[in-house]
């Protein structure tokens, strides 16, 4: 057994249990089914037609139950496959599979690297997975070769400012433990940790509290012994790479340099000038502070197009908000304040577009634009700057099928 199978036999992450499925649904990104219609299918996926979903490496099942609960909630024909590489971590998350009652999810003992043997998916989930292999190319490859054409992938990997101070901390852990069973290294290691400088970066990174919350967090942080970051740029080289391209990232909105400038037009003009993968690493760095980097990949040969506002039958979806409670904040502040990653930003959102928020309870653009007695020029003017600012923060999708 290799020292990522064995410590994920030991200590499966993240921590759960299966008793609290009668409590709470853990909802994030990437996969969750209006996010994969909108970054994939254009908003216009027609979800009577049956879906294949592979989680390659689907750890205690946080992804993999988020997307089968809403799948169960709106009785849409979905098969998904499981794969891991530990045994501790797929009986975790079958029990919370049973626990509420989803029986349409086969679960496999095995490497993601196998993903072919399962046949063709519409959708892969490989969340915090790629950074902990021996090599990320050959597994991104392997999973390209399982995608559909139409296809595409949710993921997430780690980058390294925001993470400062982990790093040096894993090699010198691994300096003093490696050898020992992942166990045995525990105890040892967090008397060091008691014991170190407190000007040590890792010590005032607010970004890192798992060493805090259980065994397994403090092993996942700290005792891991294949974790390789990724900074945005070699991102994009690994998808070209594995002949894949970048969708999009979430929040798209944190990756536009602009929004870390002051106003001074050279400045400006010259972070415009750059190519899409280089104003992504410019606004990391500027940034500073990303501990992951969340994304969709397609095959490069799918030329799908991300929503436009314009496109009238599209159905937009708010997320964890509802639409009268938007609508009311921005009638009130004629802006949107919004927190990501840390980082608080006002959203060029007006009065007048509360009208056009409050109408977000499931119907078309199209239906939106008549209820409101618009033109359909108007509307489109009048709705392509909310577009703008709510789908660059993820909080508005575009769905026929989920809300
Ligand atoms: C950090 S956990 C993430 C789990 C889950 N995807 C999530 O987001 O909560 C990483 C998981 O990847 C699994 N893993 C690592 N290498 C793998 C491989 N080659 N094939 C399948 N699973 C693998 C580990 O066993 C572990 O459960």
Same mark, same amino acid.
């Given at each position: 057994?290799?020292?990522?199978?064995?410590?994920?036999? $030991?200590?499966? %992450?993240?921590?759960? *249990?299966?008793? @609290?499925?009668?409590?709470?649904l853990i909802e994030g990104s990437p996969s969750d089914p209006a996010e994969i219609d909108h970054y994939i299918y254009g908003g216009q996926r027609d979800w009577s037609q049956p879906f294949r979903v592979l989680f390659a490496g689907g750890g205690t099942g946080d992804g993999l139950i988020m997307l089968a609960s809403k799948f169960q909630a709106k009785g849409h024909p979905v098969e998904i496959v499981y794969l891991d590489l530990s045994e501790a971590s797929l009986e975790i998350a079958k029990a919370r599979a049973e626990a509420r009652g989803i029986d349409f999810i086969s679960f496999h003992?095995?490497?993601?690297?196998? $993903?072919?043997? %399962?046949?063709?998916? *519409?959708?892969? @989930?490989?969340?915090?997975?790629l950074h902990h292999l021996e090599d990320p190319l050959v597994g991104l490859r392997a999973l390209?070769?399982?995608?559909?054409?139409?296809?595409?992938l949710g993921a997430m990997v780690y980058a390294p400012l925001g993470r400062r101070?982990?790093?040096a901390l894993q090699t010198a852990f691994q300096t003093l433990l490696s050898g020992r069973p992942v166990s045995e290294q525990l105890k040892p290691a967090r008397a060091v940790l008691e014991h170190l400088n407190t000007a040590h970066p890792?010590?005032?990174?607010?970004?890192?509290?798992?060493?805090?919350?259980?065994?397994?967090?403090?092993?996942?942080?700290?005792?891991?012994?294949? *974790?390789?970051p990724f900074q945005v740029e070699e991102l994009f080289e690994l998808a070209d790479a594995?002949?894949?391209?970048?969708?999009?990232?979430?929040?798209?909105?944190l990756y536009d340099p602009?929004?870390?400038?002051?106003?001074?037009?050279?400045?400006?003009?010259?972070?415009?000038?750059?190519?899409?993968?280089?104003?992504?690493?410019?606004?990391?760095?500027?940034?500073?502070?990303?501990?992951?980097?969340?994304?969709?990949?397609?095959?490069?040969?799918?030329?799908?197009?991300?929503?436009?506002?314009?496109?009238?039958k599209l159905v937009p979806r708010l997320r964890g908000v509802s639409a009268a409670a938007l609508a009311?904040?921005?009638?009130?502040?004629?802006?949107?304040?919004?927190?990501l990653g840390g980082m608080g930003m006002t959203l060029p959102v007006s009065n007048a577009s509360s009208n056009l928020i409050a109408q977000c309870d499931g119907k078309s653009l199209s239906e939106i634009a008549t209820a409101l007695r618009l033109s359909m020029l108007d509307f489109i003017k009048a709705w392509t700057p909310v577009h703008n600012a709510l789908t660059g923060v993820n909080l508005l999708r575009y769905s026929n099928g989920f809300d």
């Open positions: 057994m290799d020292e990522v199978q064995a410590q994920y036999e $030991a200590f499966p %992450y993240p921590e759960r *249990d299966p008793a @609290d499925e009668a409590d709470r003992r095995d490497s993601l690297l196998n $993903a072919t043997d %399962y046949g063709a998916f *519409d959708y892969i @989930d490989c969340c915090g997975v390209a070769s399982a995608l559909k054409p139409d296809g595409g101070g982990v790093y890792f010590l005032a990174n607010p970004n890192v509290s798992d060493h805090k919350v259980s065994d397994a967090g403090f092993v996942d942080l700290l005792l891991h012994s294949q *974790d390789k594995a002949d894949m391209r970048l969708v999009s990232l979430i929040e798209a909105r602009a929004i870390y400038l002051p106003s001074d037009k050279d400045i400006r003009q010259r972070a415009a000038k750059l190519s899409t993968s280089q104003q992504a690493a410019l606004a990391e760095n500027l940034n500073g502070n990303m501990k992951t980097h969340i994304f969709y990949l397609a095959h490069k040969a799918n030329d799908m197009k991300l929503p436009s506002a314009s496109s009238l009311k904040q921005v009638a009130k502040e004629g802006r949107l304040k919004v927190t």
